[in-house]
């Protein structure tokens, strides 16, 4: 069956956005480094379950045998989809950098978890990791421009993904925060309305929120607590932008405010995303 999974769809758009972009923004990215992503990502996604699918079965009286790995098979969409995101917002100059990028970026998952789940979102720790590691890396926020009709086709997109996994208050909060804080920003300044609109309509604020801010396996579980936290995110953006003037400053807002997630769920409790899978796997580790 065609698209059973939520996640089909996150890999649908983000391929069309990838393509899109590279015919019609004429990126830098080449053809190899992105061969080099996928298969990093997918590469550390089969290696890691495979480790966690043996210990299990050492667990076990009876071992299963079969030489089929269920958890990759359930989640090698997540690794996809990590590495789509990192081939949208990460540049760079050598394939070692990428593959740095997309082997720490699925690690993340299986090294930062607290009661079964991840809290860095692995997108975004591949993207730090770089920045941080390398002196190749860097991060384009223009690189989208300021098009219309691509941030109309990023809110059309992100709508269906959010409406399909019901985390739409997470982008709607951090999105709303943001520009008020803008907006209160630019009338003390005095700034025409163009610079506001400039600062916001960017198709890599609008990746983030909808495609990377609302990963539902690493944000809080609690409705409650993805208000606070979009906020939080909001906020801490807001300041780094304006104290240490980073054009990456939402990678790193998210990057080190990902921890609190832990302290949310522990103080409202509420169950834990599980993706749409078929019936033929289980939902297991993503």
């Not at 917002?89 to 090294?111: D, E, V, Y």
């Not at 690493?218 to 953006?237: D, E, G, Q």
Request: aromatic residues 16%; proline residues 3%; contains cysteine.
């Amino acid at each position: 069956m065609i698209l059973q999974d939520n996640r089909d769809y996150q890999i649908l758009f983000l391929s069309g956005f990838l393509g899109l972009g590279i015919i019609t923004r004429d990126w830098s990215l080449k053809p190899e480094l992105i061969i080099v992503v996928i298969i990093s990502c997918l590469l550390t996604q089969l290696l890691l379950t495979s480790w966690v699918w043996f210990f299990k079965q050492k667990q076990k009286i009876t071992l299963n045998l079969s030489i089929i790995n269920p958890l990759f098979i359930t989640s090698w969409r997540s690794g996809l989809i990590t590495a789509l995101g990192l081939c949208l917002l990460l540049r760079a100059n050598h394939s070692t950098t990428m593959m740095l990028a997309g082997s720490l970026a699925i690690a993340s998952k299986f090294i930062f978890r607290v009661n079964q789940k991840h809290f860095f979102n692995p997108a975004n720790f591949g993207i730090i990791c770089a920045l941080s590691l390398t002196n190749d890396a860097w991060v384009s926020p223009g690189q989208w421009g300021n098009d219309l009709w691509f941030l109309l086709l990023f809110l059309g997109a992100g709508a269906m993904i959010l409406k399909r996994v019901g985390r739409w208050e997470t982008s709607a909060i951090f999105l709303g925060f943001y520009t008020l804080l803008e907006t209160v920003r630019n009338l003390w300044l005095g700034w025409s309305w163009d610079v506001l609109s400039h600062h916001l309509m960017t198709g890599s604020l609008l990746l983030f929120a909808l495609f990377m801010l609302t990963d539902p396996r690493s944000i809080p579980n609690h409705y409650f607590s993805r208000i606070l936290w979009a906020s939080a995110i909001a906020i801490v953006t807001f300041m780094i932008q304006y104290s240490l003037y980073l054009s990456t400053s939402i990678f790193w807002a998210l990057f080190l405010l990902s921890p609190l997630t832990i302290i949310l769920d522990y103080c409202w409790y509420s169950s834990q995303f599980t993706w749409k899978v078929s019936k033929a796997h289980p939902t297991v580790l993503s």
